[in-house]
């Protein structure tokens, strides 16, 4: 069975501070990874995903992860975040043939000002 | 660019009542997936379609079913509805490979309020 593990529920910074928001996953076969978005009242948008390749990801609104096989982790970061990126993070999983997404429970990130 | 569409967008249904709903995918995308997120909640598959045939199970209630339908829109049949049923149901489409370069766009949801 596949599963993620976000390690802050809830992450505070101050506008234009770095953050990172961690993730970790459990498989014993290839991963596919991603971020996700959802701002208060509305749908899952994607910020990024690993698929194959290099293991550095670059994603919308300046927001970057990197695949750590050896630490089996996924972590989201931004140099310098900004008001409008106070929403809820989620990371994905996806393994196998299947093909469904298994999301962690979240990470709410508030940018103070 | 054409999205995933959700109808309706919200819903108001009393306990045991019945609902339905709608997922319009992406054109040529024929995997269809249904997700379930509670309050503060991450959202939980339900269940997934592709080319009309049931592909994947997750935690869908034997109240709920589900379909794919000859033009790939799925619907979502929920029955004796619960309060514990109140929740944002997602769906999301896919091409047949979902990690190539497409992958995965989920619709807006459709707020379900059990009252």
């Not at chain 1, 014993?28 to 749908?43: H, K």
């Not at chain 2, 045991?16 to 509670?38: M, N």
């Not at chain 2, 209630?61 to 509805?81: G, K, T, V």
């Amino acid at each position: 069975a596949q599963s993620v593990t976000q390690l802050d529920s809830q992450v505070p910074v101050f506008e234009e501070a770095p953050v990172e928001l961690r993730c970790n996953y459990s498989s014993s076969v290839s991963v596919y990874l991603f971020w996700y978005v959802q701002y208060p009242n509305q749908g899952l948008q994607l910020l990024l995903k690993y698929l194959s390749g290099s293991t550095l990801v670059k994603g919308i609104n300046g927001f970057e992860a990197e695949f750590n096989k050896s630490q089996t982790s996924f972590h989201l970061r931004k140099p310098s975040v900004h008001i409008s990126d106070t929403a809820e993070y989620f990371c994905a999983v996806s393994m196998g043939s299947n093909y469904k997404l298994t999301f962690g429970k979240g990470t709410l990130l508030t940018v103070n000002p | 660019a054409a999205g995933v569409i959700q109808s309706p967008r919200h819903l108001i249904k009393e306990k045991r009542e019945t609902a339905t709903l709608k997922c319009y995918p992406i054109p040529r995308h024929d995997t269809v997936y249904w997700y379930q997120q509670g309050p503060g909640q991450d959202p939980q598959f339900l269940i997934s379609f592709y080319e009309k045939m049931q592909s994947d199970k997750g935690s869908i209630p034997d109240r709920f079913s589900a379909q794919q339908f000859s033009d790939y829109h799925s619907e979502l049949n929920m029955s004796s509805l619960e309060l514990g049923d109140s929740a944002l149901y997602f769906c999301a489409s896919s091409p047949p490979s979902p990690t190539g370069q497409s992958g995965y766009t989920f619709g807006s949801g459709t707020r379900l309020t059990v009252v």
